[in-house]
């Protein structure tokens, strides 16, 4: 079934740093999502990316969907002790259920 | 109101037990979801229900039955489960089951397996 590899699996910054996670398939998404789960939490949605080369940004969040549309990637820029969490990407290929990716996790030492 | 809302938050079941999870959401949303999730790893689909029909049933062991009594209304009745069914349970919803809709999860209840 479809499957999405997402890197890193932990990432470790100090804050004011930048953070950016991958998210890579075999296969031509339809459209990725972008969840955050804070430790102790549920997932939030943040972003859905459709278009091929699509770049959209939140505040100090920029996420992109690559041209092939088979990745994407989430940035943020100098990052803050509340940006700590887990983020997900979720694909969607054809009509088959959404997939998570599996995470990675950030932590920021201030 | 955007909160899907789940009851209990903790549960914790001896094997021989049964139990429900409940899930309610007021979005007006069509689709809802059951996932499981272990520690440290992705939420992983259970159950999808759309317009209050079983759609999907990701192979669930059958102690895991899901019943959808009305569109705000999600249940997971629980049976003879096994100390690694101990995990994070989620509920979603959706405006619909089409796979561009975002999805709104619950907090989850927290189930530990004696």
């Known amino acids: 079934g479809q499957q999405v590899m997402q890197i890193p699996q932990y990432q470790h910054v100090q804050e004011g740093e930048d953070f950016t996670t991958y998210c890579n398939s075999s296969?031509?998404?339809?459209?990725i999502q972008w969840y955050k789960q804070r430790p102790g939490g549920h997932p939030v949605f943040l972003i859905q990316?459709?278009?091929?080369?699509e770049v959209k940004k939140q505040k100090r969040l920029t996420f992109q969907f690559g041209e092939a549309k088979k990745n994407s990637s989430l940035h943020i820029t100098a990052t803050q002790t509340t940006d700590v969490g887990t983020y997900f990407c979720?694909?969607?290929?054809?009509?088959?259920?959404?997939?998570f990716g599996k995470g990675t996790r950030l932590s920021v030492i201030a | 109101d955007t909160e899907v809302t789940q009851t209990p938050k903790h549960l914790v079941m001896g094997m021989t037990n049964k139990k429900s999870l409940k899930c309610e959401q007021h979005?007006?949303?069509?689709?809802m979801y059951w996932y499981k999730q272990k520690a440290k790893k992705p939420p992983e689909l259970m159950f999808v229900?759309?317009?209050?029909?079983?759609?999907i049933n990701e192979s669930v062991p059958s102690r895991f039955s899901p019943e959808c009594p009305n569109s705000s209304l999600l249940n997971l009745h629980l049976h003879a489960l096994q100390p690694e069914d101990s995990a994070l349970y989620l509920c979603?919803?959706?405006?619909?089951?089409?796979?561009?809709?975002?999805?709104?999860f619950g907090s989850g209840t927290q189930l530990s397996v004696l």
């Open positions: 296969t031509t998404l339809s459209n």
């Open positions: 990316l459709v278009k091929s080369g």
């Open positions: 979720a694909a969607l290929s054809g009509n088959t259920p959404l997939v």
């Open positions: 979005m007006g949303h069509r689709a």
């Open positions: 229900y759309s317009y209050e029909k079983l759609s």
């Open positions: 979603a919803s959706s405006r619909y089951s089409a796979t561009n809709e975002k999805l709104f």
